[in-house]
């Protein structure tokens, strides 16, 4: 891949996405050590309720919301279950923003969904250079993560002083949607805290389907413009304010109440 010029230009933001939860102080510490290093900066949690060991949700959250921050923005994302392995440290900048992650597919989604990108991996003579020379083997966010997003963030470190482009970085976990013969096969990526069932689904992959409706655990609900378009308890499809096609059930969880977790099938046909 070419080393295209960089044009990102730090605004001080930095946000956090993991996998850790809030219960023990691993969130703390990564923003104890990025105001450490650069006081000046602005923390925004994104979420730490990634579901243990599951990047694809990470990418796919990440795809949806950087361009809600201001560009500058370094976004870093760490679920890692190869952490202290031979994995790569992933750089992707694209659109002015800046995102740092394992190379495990997690930003997959944000590749695809920039314009224009530059991939890299983070090199060894980098970490060396910001005094990174024995991180712990199990909590690279607070080692490594941390300490390259405060100074990308400060501005001391440049994009193309991370390390060389490459060409690719892993693929994502989760197949993008399948189009054909006026049917779209996906899949229920995430549930939401009001028990939403969000696909990876766009409104791009309805077109040319009439009247379309989204058939899941053998029922079928027809695509509405809003929850309040149906009676208390009653499902319906619509899609959401991020872009993507959820099935949910009025004032009620439409997880507990169809039985249905991440993974799940989706068909959408028409009417």
């Known amino acids: 891949m070419p080393d295209r010029p960089s044009t990102f230009a730090a605004s ?19 923003k104890g050590q990025l105001a450490a290093r650069f006081p000046a900066v602005r923390i925004i949690d994104l979420t730490h309720e990634i579901p243990a060991h599951w990047p694809a949700e990470a990418g796919f959250w990440l795809a949806r919301s950087f361009r809600y921050f201001p560009a500058g ?5 760490v679920v890692d279950p190869g952490v202290g392995s031979a994995r790569e440290i992933a750089a992707i900048e694209a659109d002015g923003h800046l995102f740092l992650a394992p190379d495990n597919g997690l930003l997959a989604p944000v590749a695809d969904a920039a314009a224009e990108v530059t991939l890299r991996h983070v090199a060894p003579g980098t970490l060396a250079r910001l005094g990174i020379h024995a991180p712990s083997a199990t909590f690279h966010g607070r080692d490594i ?41 996906g899949t229920v990526v ?11 689904i766009e409104p791009w992959h309805l ?18 413009r809003t929850y309040s378009d149906v009676r208390p308890g009653e499902y319906l499809a619509l899609v959401n304010s991020f872009g993507v096609v959820e099935i949910a059930q009025a004032e009620r969880s439409a997880a507990e109440g169809l039985g249905l977790a991440r993974g799940a099938p989706v068909v959408v046909v028409a009417k």
Request: no cysteine.
């Open 207 to 224: 077109r040319g389907i009439a009247h379309p409706v989204l058939r899941v655990a053998g029922r079928e609900f027809a695509l509405r």
């Open 73 to 77: 923005t370094v976004h870093v994302a």
């Open 12 to 30: 001080g933001v930095v946000t956090l996405t993991t996998d850790f939860g809030l219960k023990d102080p691993f969130v703390g510490v990564m």
């Open 145 to 185: 993560f941390a300490p390259l997003a405060a100074a990308l963030a400060a501005g001391r470190l440049q994009p193309d002083e991370l390390g060389s482009p490459v060409d690719e970085l892993v693929p994502g976990w989760i197949d993008e949607p399948q189009v054909a013969a006026g049917q779209v096969n």
């Open 190 to 200: 995430t549930i939401d805290h009001f028990g939403n069932l969000i696909t990876n």
